[in-house]
């Protein structure tokens, strides 16, 4: 699974998401960046910003 968590490009953001694709999450995280953040452009240096954070979703430990 991978996550992405938005407080990692906007300081103090809770929101996170987290999908089977990279493309899904990216998808998420533009619409969350436009309803939420107001952004109404969202330029390829913010998709690449977003790509850069997205990472593997730590698995807990099996007890």
Same mark, same amino acid.
Request: aromatic share 4%.
């Given at each position: 699974?991978?996550?992405?968590?938005?407080?990692?490009? *906007?300081?103090?953001?809770?929101? #996170?998401? &987290?999908? =089977?694709?990279?493309?899904?999450? *990216?998808?998420?995280?533009?619409? #969350?960046? &436009?309803? =939420?953040?107001?952004?109404?452009?969202?330029?390829?240096?913010?998709?690449?910003?977003?790509?850069?954070?997205?990472?593997?979703?730590?698995?807990?430990?099996?007890?």
């Amino acid at each position: 699974m991978r996550l992405f968590e938005c407080g990692t490009l *906007v300081p103090g953001c809770q929101w #996170h998401t &987290r999908a =089977d694709q990279d493309a899904e999450v *990216v998808r998420r995280a533009v619409e #969350h960046l &436009r309803t =939420d953040h107001g952004e109404d452009i969202i330029r390829e240096n913010m998709i690449e910003n977003i790509k850069a954070r997205i990472r593997d979703e730590a698995k807990p430990d099996a007890a």
